[in-house]
């Protein structure tokens, strides 16, 4: 059996922020590579929700259907980070942390992360440092360990910026050990770079 991992939309989210990391994990990386995950989405309710780009996503479950057995939870970016319905992710991701479940969060999700003091014990990356200091407020307190990278790892938990969409896929693909470090790589150079080199 397959093992879930749940990427949570909002409405207005940034399509292309999970793109790659959902097409690897629900089809693998190559075409001859079989994967152990299969990708859910998770929204507020089962209503459909939008991307900026105009897709129309289903949720799989809402927030009170999600399932508490998954691999990664991952939180897409967008433009509703800030409202009364991503408050609702607080919790989710406060049971998440505890139960040591792998985390992701781009864009706007690593602001919400800070905002709710989830980035405090952790090195981390945001859209800029100031950025997460303005979203975050007093519930930011570890400006120090902000790491100016597409993607940074630390404590099972995953954060990048709004542009490093490949880079947030390539660390969260080696935290699930989704494939062999190598071809995880070589993934992520052709996709970087147009070549199939290592």
């Avoid at 880079?167 to 693909?173: C, I, K, Q, S, V």
Wanted: aromatic share 10%; hydrophobic share 40%.
């Amino acid at each position: 059996m397959k093992q879930k991992v749940l990427f949570i939309l909002l409405n207005n989210y940034a399509d292309w922020e999970g793109a790659y990391l959902a097409s690897c994990l629900q089809n693998g990386i190559m075409e001859d590579s079989p994967t152990p995950y299969e990708v859910k989405t998770v929204a507020p309710t089962l209503e459909v929700v939008t991307s900026l780009g105009g897709f129309r996503t289903v949720p799989d479950y809402s927030f009170d259907t999600m399932p508490s057995d998954y691999a990664a939870l991952v939180l897409i970016g967008g433009l509703q980070w800030n409202t009364r319905e991503a408050q609702r992710v607080a919790p989710i991701l406060r049971r998440a942390i505890a139960q040591h479940k792998i985390i992701g969060a781009i864009c706007n999700g690593a602001s919400f992360m800070a905002r709710k003091g989830f980035l405090n014990t952790v090195k981390h990356t945001g859209n800029g440092l100031e950025h997460l200091r303005s979203w975050g407020g007093k519930a930011y307190t570890n400006a120090s360990a902000f790491v100016r990278r597409q993607a940074v790892t630390d404590q099972r938990i995953v954060t990048a910026n709004g542009t490093g969409a490949l880079e947030f896929a390539r660390e969260l693909l080696l935290l699930l050990q989704a494939d062999a470090q190598n071809r995880i790589f070589l993934y992520y150079n052709f996709n970087k770079n147009g070549l199939f080199e290592e």
